[in-house]
């Protein structure tokens, strides 16, 4: 998921609108912003879809005053309506609570239990309902004291944005999953899951929110507090392979120079001796192929055309749909193609759906020889953490052998990342970085049943 907030700004809601547009990669499912006027009241607009499609003018006439929160909601089937739609805005004792999250709560369920045997009523399926009730029944005496109280037993992945009548209040948990940073745009402060929301409303990047910090802005200035107990850094690695955007600067460093790392260290790790092209898969790999081509000094081609009104493929929720899309979604060059052995990289396979119908597509194409190059690692476990990997049977790189792979993906040759090589890509170094998915070593209890509640 996205997260965007704005506080002290007096177009605060249309700020966060513009800002979604920059997270819309980081869920495409639902859209929503909640905006708090100059006497503290609070209204909500979300919808099902794209940001270009969930706020209608009038909708946003409505959105006054000078605090907004927003959300881009990301995840697979099963969880597709509008109840799961963020932010949250709930009403307690004549006052107000709203919650953008990102992330993956991995003791929700029993979270919930509790606060259900408590007499709480929950009107969503989101492991995130859990912090509202909690901030709810939370007695600190500041805005963040309460939010701090509310995430203590609290485990998983967690950046927030929370609204509490008149203070936003952010945190992010201590493992530091996923990115959250800070930004100034004169004397409003802004939030963003990554800076290139920032960019796009002219606010400059001021730092990273740390992992385990929660900071508090109102009338009264900015507080930050270090309440949360704290533990290991596992920042997500696949926001760097995956899952952010080339222009952003994520854990301290660019996501596209930490790709072209990628791709420069998988072509020292697995040359593809005597072949003609490389390309990628537009458009999350296109920076880990110009790495490749750089490294093996091969020419870079745009040998596949992406469609770009057609959305992430894996957000499909059925096979079928998955695979008819993928010939919507992409067509090959063939003058670039044809009678060449040609190098196709791509960022990660998951299900190897896309990867499969590429490959044939390839080969339609006219290929003489089809060598795939993968920056990351295979993906062979499951992620509790707020990327909504498929469960380990839909996982392909879990279920066959290298050779197996090779013979149903219909590929040459195969070659992915080491996780050791993936790591080493990475800013200020290997260390620091939950690889759980590659490696299968999760660095915490994971979830007792993951298929209950649904990610934030
Ligand atoms: P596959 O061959 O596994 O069907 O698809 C691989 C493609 O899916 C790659 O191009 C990769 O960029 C993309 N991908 C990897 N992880 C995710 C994800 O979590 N969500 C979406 N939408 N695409 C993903
Ligand atoms: Fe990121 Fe994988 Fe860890 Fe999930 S399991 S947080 S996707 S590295
Ligand atoms: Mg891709």
């Given at each position: 998921?996205?997260?965007?907030?704005?506080?002290?700004?007096?177009?605060?809601?249309?700020l966060?609108?513009?800002?979604?547009?920059?997270?819309?990669?980081?869920?495409?499912?639902?859209a929503?912003?909640?905006?708090?006027?100059?006497i503290?009241?609070?209204?909500?607009?979300r919808?099902?879809?794209?940001?270009?499609?969930?706020?209608a003018?009038d909708?946003?006439?409505?959105?006054?005053?000078?605090?907004?929160?927003?959300?881009?909601?990301?995840?697979?089937?099963?969880?597709s309506a509008i109840?799961?739609?963020?932010?949250?805005?709930?009403?307690?004792?004549r006052?107000?609570i709203?919650?953008?999250?990102?992330?993956?709560?991995?003791?929700?369920?029993?979270?919930?239990?509790a606060?259900?045997?408590d007499?709480?009523?929950?009107?969503?399926?989101?492991?995130?309902?859990?912090?509202?009730?909690?901030?709810?029944?939370?007695?600190?005496?500041?805005?963040?004291a309460?939010?701090?109280?509310?995430?203590q037993?609290v485990?998983?992945?967690?950046?927030?944005l929370?609204?509490?009548?008149e203070?936003?209040?952010?945190?992010?948990?201590p493992?530091?999953w996923?990115?959250?940073?800070?930004?100034?745009?004169?004397?409003?402060i802004?939030?963003?899951?990554?800076?290139?929301?920032?960019?796009?409303?002219?606010?400059?990047?001021?730092?990273?929110?740390?992992?385990?910090?929660?900071?508090?802005?109102?009338?009264?200035?900015?507080?930050?507090?270090?309440?949360?107990?704290?533990?290991?850094?596992?920042r997500?690695?696949?926001?760097?392979?995956?899952?952010?955007r080339?222009?952003?600067?994520v854990?301290?460093?660019?996501?596209?120079?930490?790709?072209r790392?990628l791709?420069?260290?998988?072509?020292?790790?697995?040359?593809?001796?005597?072949?003609?092209?490389?390309?990628?898969?537009p458009?999350?790999?296109?920076?880990a192929a110009?790495g490749?081509?750089?490294?093996?000094?091969?020419?870079?081609?745009?040998a596949?055309?992406?469609n770009?009104?057609?959305?992430?493929?894996?957000?499909?929720?059925t096979?079928?749909?998955?695979?008819a899309?993928?010939?919507?979604?992409?067509?090959?060059?063939?003058?670039?193609?044809?009678?060449?052995?040609?190098?196709?990289?791509?960022?990660?396979?998951?299900?190897?759906?896309?990867?499969?119908?590429?490959?044939?597509?390839?080969?339609a194409?006219?290929?003489?020889?089809?060598?795939?190059?993968?920056s990351?690692?295979?993906?062979?476990?499951?992620?509790?953490?707020g990327?909504?990997?498929?469960?380990?049977?839909?996982?392909?790189?879990?279920?066959?052998?290298?050779?197996?792979?090779?013979?149903?993906?219909?590929?040459?040759s195969?070659?992915?990342?080491?996780?050791d090589?993936m790591?080493?890509?990475?800013?200020?170094?290997?260390?620091?970085?939950c690889?759980?998915c590659?490696?299968?070593?999760?660095?915490?209890?994971?979830?007792a049943?993951?298929?209950?509640?649904?990610?934030?």
């Amino acid at each position: 998921c996205g997260i965007f907030g704005v506080y002290g700004h007096k177009d605060a809601a249309a700020l966060t609108q513009l800002g979604l547009y920059s997270l819309q990669h980081r869920g495409q499912e639902s859209a929503g912003i909640v905006a708090v006027d100059d006497i503290g009241h609070a209204r909500v607009s979300r919808a099902m879809g794209l940001v270009s499609e969930g706020f209608a003018d009038d909708e946003m006439a409505v959105l006054q005053g000078p605090i907004a929160i927003g959300h881009t909601r990301y995840s697979t089937a099963g969880s597709s309506a509008i109840e799961n739609a963020q932010p949250v805005l709930a009403r307690v004792r004549r006052s107000h609570i709203a919650l953008a999250h990102n992330g993956n709560l991995t003791n929700a369920v029993e979270l919930r239990r509790a606060l259900e045997d408590d007499g709480a009523i929950f009107s969503s399926t989101m492991d995130s309902e859990v912090i509202v009730h909690r901030i709810a029944r939370a007695t600190g005496d500041t805005p963040e004291a309460k939010v701090a109280e509310a995430l203590q037993g609290v485990e998983g992945a967690y950046c927030l944005l929370v609204v509490l009548d008149e203070t936003v209040i952010v945190a992010r948990d201590p493992h530091g999953w996923r990115p959250l940073v800070m930004g100034r745009l004169a004397d409003s402060i802004v939030f963003a899951s990554e800076t290139c929301a920032l960019d796009i409303v002219g606010a400059v990047v001021e730092r990273e929110i740390q992992p385990g910090e929660i900071v508090a802005v109102d009338s009264h200035g900015i507080r930050s507090l270090r309440a949360l107990e704290s533990a290991p850094l596992n920042r997500c690695v696949f926001e760097h392979v995956y899952f952010a955007r080339p222009d952003s600067k994520v854990f301290g460093g660019s996501v596209d120079r930490s790709r072209r790392a990628l791709g420069r260290q998988l072509a020292r790790e697995c040359p593809a001796i005597g072949a003609e092209v490389v390309f990628a898969v537009p458009d999350s790999s296109n920076s880990a192929a110009l790495g490749f081509a750089e490294e093996s000094g091969i020419p870079y081609e745009l040998a596949l055309i992406r469609n770009h009104y057609v959305g992430r493929t894996f957000i499909q929720p059925t096979q079928s749909g998955r695979n008819a899309k993928v010939k919507v979604k992409y067509n090959p060059v063939r003058e670039i193609i044809e009678g060449k052995k040609v190098v196709m990289v791509d960022d990660s396979i998951v299900r190897g759906t896309t990867t499969r119908g590429l490959v044939s597509l390839v080969r339609a194409a006219g290929a003489k020889e089809v060598h795939m190059r993968v920056s990351s690692a295979p993906i062979i476990s499951p992620c509790y953490y707020g990327i909504d990997t498929p469960r380990r049977e839909e996982l392909i790189a879990a279920q066959m052998t290298h050779e197996e792979l090779v013979r149903h993906l219909g590929v040459d040759s195969l070659g992915y990342l080491s996780i050791d090589g993936m790591l080493s890509a990475m800013p200020e170094g290997p260390s620091g970085y939950c690889h759980a998915c590659f490696s299968g070593r999760y660095p915490t209890a994971t979830p007792a049943d993951p298929e209950l509640l649904r990610a934030g």
